[in-house]
Nanobody, 115 residues
Framework: QVQLVESGGGLVQAGGSLRLSCAAS????????MGWYRQAPGKQRELVAI???????YYADPVKGRFTISRDNVKNTVSLQMNSLKPEDTAVYYC?????????WGQGTQVTVSS
């Protein structure tokens, strides 16, 4: 089993920045893919960004140029730097990781961007 613990969510004004972090622990052998998803009320959970091993990245169109995903394979962490935040970014953000064909999720952290 792998546990994912997130931190860094909060309330910020439009145009501000937040940095989300996710730490993986437990039976870690090889975390092939790590990423961030988000879900706003009444909407489906959507992919925000992913990073693979080796470190290739993908960003959803709404966050391109504003968000940056990174990982530390020694510490088994993944981070999401969010700049120029918009009210549309308001959602619960979830950390995700895949290992040995299994998928793991964090508990989610609330990000609220005010106008």
């Amino acid at each position: 089993q792998v546990q994912l613990v997130e931190s860094g969510g909060g309330l910020v004004q439009a145009g501000g920045s937040l940095r989300l972090s996710c730490a993986a622990s437990g039976s870690i052998f090889s975390l092939n893919t790590m990423g961030w998803y988000r879900q706003a009320p009444g909407k489906q959970r959507e992919l925000v960004a992913i990073i693979t091993s080796p470190e290739s990245t993908y960003y959803a169109d709404p966050v391109k140029g504003r968000f940056t995903i990174s990982r530390d394979n020694v510490k088994n962490t993944v981070s999401l730097q969010m700049n120029s935040l918009k009210p549309e970014d308001t959602a619960v953000y979830y950390c995700n990781a895949m290992q040995l064909g299994y998928e793991y999720w964090g508990q989610g952290t609330q990000v609220t961007v005010s106008s």
